[in-house]
Every structure is written in structure tokens, then in C-alpha cells.
């Protein structure tokens, strides 16, 4: 369940019969679309997965299958919008699909707009692993990107750098490991009686909550004319070790603590450096409050307890 109350942003206002395009409707783009259409945003969702596509359908979004790097869907989706959100995943096909999901997606999504007037609002939702920063450091926005970490990453930023050619405001979103009702992987690991764990017991998790992504979204969206389009990063209110998290989980579940290794061990380098994550500027600017400050709160509501 998502809530938003009218204190935060501009979320309790209004949006019935607006247009809202959603290209990417996985995990985020799905909650999303239920969260819209149940307030009466008019919503159409561009999606690869028909199953997805059925189930949104079912609830009243007009769905469009298709892949958002390719032009099928241009002249299958409202024109123009009034709001716009890319929150497509990487799927399948290693580095050359996480190129032509984001990357060409973008372009695509460029070009359709390029060819129309009247283009509303866009929100990208791009990733913290952009930030090359490591060692315990606090990121901000004003962090530098370079140099990349990753080819994943030069992706990523690629993507970014397009996003801002968007003919009217957008917002660049860039969020924390992702957490939520049916995703939570170490939760998973505990109870399948997961022994060791990959990582550093003492290295620092930032995570956000599924709905506490949705709601940002539309903090972004929903900002006056006033708020000029940036980046915003989008993660909760304390960053935490993994053996915090896992002895906390652990605890919840009534299982032992597992012994931590580290990834070099397993074959696998560390892909996310070790740093804490501001989330300072959009509860600044948009007012935006995490309705899952911490994992704690997060969690329970996973688990109902």
C-alpha cells in the first residue's frame, strides 16, 4: 500500500484525469501504474512482459506491449502527455541488453518526443551506482561522475546525459538498492537457510523502498512550474551496515546469523562501493519524506509485523 499524505509534496492534490505515460511497468513502473490509476490518473503503461500487461489491464491502464527501444509504441500512447516516467529495467542479455534498454530506450523515447509538441514532465529513474565515490564518503548530488566504475555505469550516465535533451522539465531520479513487497533478496537467503552470505559484514547498504520510490516519483511530477527539472537522489533516511541488517532479519525470522564472505572469494568483485548516500536535496526542494525511513520500518511492513 502506497500513502501519501496532502502534507507531502503536491501528492494529495488533485490528478484526476491527467495523462500519465509509464515506459517500463517491472517492479517500480507496476506499482506506479497501480498507484495512479487507483486516483484516477488517466494512465498508459509501454511494457515487454504481457503478463504485466494483462494484470495492469485488469485495474484500467491501457497497456501497450512492446520494447521501448524500438518505434512500435510511438503512435499507441497518448499525445501528448501531461507526465512522462521512464522507469525501465535492464532484463535480459548482459551488457549489450542493459545498452539497449537504457540507453537506445532513451533515444527512442527522445525521438517520440522530438516529433510532438507540448511535452509535459519527465522522471528518469537512473541508479547511484553513477557515483564512482568509495571509502565511507557521503555522496551528494554535486558529486562527480567520473571516472565511471563500470561499463554499466558509463551506460547509465550515457542515459542521464540524454535524458536532460527531454523538450520540457525532467527530473533525473537516482535511487538506492531497491527493496520491497516480493523483492527482498536477503530476507530470501535467511529463510532458504542461506549459511554464508557474500560481502563485507561492516560495508554500507543504501536502500529504498519500493513505495517510497512511487512517491518520489510523484513529488516529482506534481512540483509547481516554480521547481526547475534536476537530479535527485532517492534512497532512505539511514544507510546501514549488512550485518545490522542480517542480525536484525535474522533475529525477525528465528534463524541462525550467517558467516559473511567476501565476494573475492566467491569469484566476484564488490560492484557497489562503500558510501552513504544524501537524500538532503529532495527533501529540500520537493518536501519529499520516506514513509520507510529505515529498513526497520521497511521490513516490518514486509512481513507484517
Known sequence: MILLSKDECAAGADF??????????GYVGEALCRWAIGRGVKTTAVTRNAETAHRL???G?????ADIAGHDWHNCVPDPPDFVVNCVSSGKGGIEGYRHSYRDGMASILAWARARQGMGTMVYTSSTSVYP???GVRVDESASLHPPTSERAEILIETESLALTWPGRVFILRLTGIYGPGRHHLLDALRSGEVALAGKAEHRLNLVHRDDIVSAIWCALSATTAVPGQVFNVT???????AE????LSTRVGCAMPKFESQTSRGRRTVVPERTIDNAR???VL???????SFREGYRQILGA
Not at 236 to 242: C, K, L
Not at 287 to 293: D, E, F, N, S, V
Open 282 to 284: 529532495i527533501k529540500s
Open 57 to 59: 489491464s485488469e485495474l
Open 245 to 248: 541488517l542480517v542480525s536484525w
Open 16 to 25: 484526476s484525469g491527467r495523462q500519465l505515460l509509464v515506459l517500463g511497468a
Open 236 to 242: 532512505d533516511d539511514q544507510a546501514v551496515t549488512r
Open 287 to 293: 518536501g519529499w519524506r520516506p514513509l520507510y525511513p
Open 133 to 135: 565515490q568509495g571509502g
Open 61 to 65: 491502464v491501457q497497456c501497450v506491449i
